[in-house]
């Protein structure tokens, strides 16, 4: 299938849950030639009015994304994306392909080093319902979570194989990783990577963002059992997301 040039360029930014991906995409939207719409996969994104999408065909839904997207009156959009977690392509197993697939698409693949700090996130996420949280909230943090071992077993090797799917399935020079950690660190040099590798032209952030972290605690004061769990996964290849500190 071929596609005018003239048609914003599709990127794509992947991830596991709670790695940030609200916040790269909330800096990178500030580009006036840029446009990332949410979750593309997520009933509930505002981003996307229209449920209705989710009935669509893989392919219909990716020309909806990329071809077909929201129109946004403020911008002169050159490069258009969507933001999927891993979680989202178990609903729809076929999906993947279809997107590895899509011309000319590039990937923002987000890895959060520590993924027992992910997994904690979004445990306490779901259990808490509040997903994301804005600069002028100063409600309490989110309560402590217990884990199982296979919970994080699963979740850990769930990681692994996701991560390994995305640098498998595409090429070197269409993938481009930004660390969770360095985003936080040195948000504005980081997303100048971003717009690097898009072809976008460079652009100074205003420093405006509203999103903030939820949860600022170390592992040990928000995962109840974590000793428990430090223990178990000591000899293993997870017990560095046991190292407090290096998270």
Same mark, same amino acid.
């Given at each position: 299938?071929?596609?005018?040039?003239?048609?914003?360029?599709?990127?794509?930014?992947?991830?596991?849950?709670?790695?940030?991906t609200h916040?790269?995409?909330?800096?990178? /939207?500030?580009?006036?030639? +840029?446009? !990332? /719409?949410?979750?593309?996969?997520?009933?509930?994104?505002?981003?996307? @009015?229209?449920?209705?999408?989710?009935?669509?065909?893989?392919?219909?839904?990716?020309?909806?994304?990329?071809?077909?997207?929201?129109?946004? !009156?403020?911008?002169?959009?050159?490069?258009?994306?969507?933001?999927? /977690?891993?979680?989202?392509?178990?609903?729809?197993? #076929?999906?993947?392909?279809?997107?590895?697939?899509?011309?000319?698409?590039?990937?923002?693949?987000?890895?959060r080093?520590?993924?027992? %700090?992910?997994?904690? #996130?979004?445990?306490?996420a779901?259990?808490?319902?509040?997903?994301?949280?804005?600069? #002028?909230?100063?409600?309490? @943090?989110?309560? @402590? +979570?217990?884990?199982s071992?296979?919970?994080?077993?699963?979740?850990?090797?769930?990681a692994?194989?996701?991560?390994?799917? +995305?640098?498998?399935a595409?090429? !070197? #020079?269409?993938?481009?990783?930004?660390?969770?950690e360095?985003?936080?660190?040195?948000?504005?040099?980081?997303?100048?990577?971003?717009?690097?590798?898009?072809?976008?032209?460079?652009?100074?952030?205003?420093?405006?963002?509203?999103?903030?972290?939820? %949860?600022?605690? @170390?592992?040990?004061?928000?995962?109840? /059992?974590?000793?428990?769990?430090?223990?178990?996964?000591?000899?293993?290849?997870?017990?560095?997301?046991f190292?407090?500190?290096?998270?």
């Amino acid at each position: 299938m071929t596609y005018s040039t003239l048609l914003p360029q599709p990127f794509a930014i992947l991830a596991m849950p709670r790695t940030g991906t609200h916040y790269l995409e909330e800096l990178v /939207n500030e580009h006036p030639n +840029v446009l !990332s /719409n949410g979750e593309l996969l997520n009933s509930y994104d505002t981003n996307w @009015p229209d449920k209705e999408r989710l009935l669509l065909s893989d392919g219909e839904l990716l020309e909806r994304a990329f071809l077909r997207c929201p129109p946004q !009156s403020d911008k002169k959009v050159t490069h258009v994306g969507c933001k999927i /977690n891993q979680p989202q392509f178990h609903e729809r197993p #076929s999906f993947f392909a279809e997107l590895a697939a899509w011309p000319g698409l590039k990937v923002v693949l987000v890895i959060r080093k520590n993924t027992l %700090e992910s997994l904690r #996130s979004f445990v306490q996420a779901r259990q808490t319902r509040q997903w994301l949280k804005i600069k #002028s909230d100063n409600s309490a @943090p989110p309560p @402590p +979570v217990m884990l199982s071992f296979a919970t994080c077993e699963a979740y850990f090797k769930a990681a692994d194989d996701f991560h390994a799917r +995305v640098v498998s399935a595409f090429d !070197s #020079s269409r993938i481009h990783l930004i660390e969770y950690e360095r985003l936080l660190r040195d948000p504005h040099a980081c997303v100048a990577t971003v717009f690097d590798f898009l072809g976008a032209t460079a652009l100074q952030l205003s420093g405006r963002g509203v999103l903030r972290r939820q %949860e600022t605690r @170390p592992l040990d004061q928000t995962v109840r /059992n974590f000793h428990e769990l430090r223990v178990h996964f000591a000899h293993g290849p997870y017990a560095r997301f046991f190292e407090l500190g290096n998270s």
